[in-house]
Nanobody, 130 residues
């Protein structure tokens, strides 16, 4: 079983930054794609960012349009951690953010589908005040 533990959420003001972290543990496959999703009250879960699995150095990333110029996803394999750097936060970014893992490879298109991911973290609350 794969376990994902998220951290880094909090209450910030518009324009501030947060760095979310997702620590992956357990019996992890050699190749694993990672994604960040979020869900606001009364709204559906939506894709935020993802990074494709790779056995080599190179991997690709994807973002929803509303965050692509503000958020950055990265991965530190030595620390088994995936990060989401969120800059210039807006009130519309307020949501519970979930880290998710999909064993194997993904594409920039498929990583956006939450149904692809088998493992999920507990979520971390991000609240942005105006």
């Amino acid at each position: 079983q794969v376990q994902l533990v998220e951290s880094g959420g909090g209450l910030v003001q518009a324009g501030d930054s947060l760095r979310l972290a997702c620590v992956v543990s357990g019996r992890t496959p050699a190749v694993m794609s990672m994604g960040w999703f979020r869900q606001a009250p009364g709204k559906e879960r939506e894709f935020v960012s993802g990074i494709t699995g790779s056995e080599g150095f190179r991997s690709s990333t994807g973002y929803r349009d509303s965050v692509k110029d503000r958020f950055t996803i990265s991965r530190d394999k030595d620390k088994n951690t995936v990060y989401l750097q969120m800059n210039e936060l807006k009130p519309e970014d307020t949501a519970v953010y979930y880290c998710a893992a999909a064993p194997g490879y993904t594409t920039n298109r498929s990583m956006r589908d939450w149904r692809l991911y088998q493992y999920w973290g507990q979520g971390t609350q991000v609240t942005v005040s105006s």
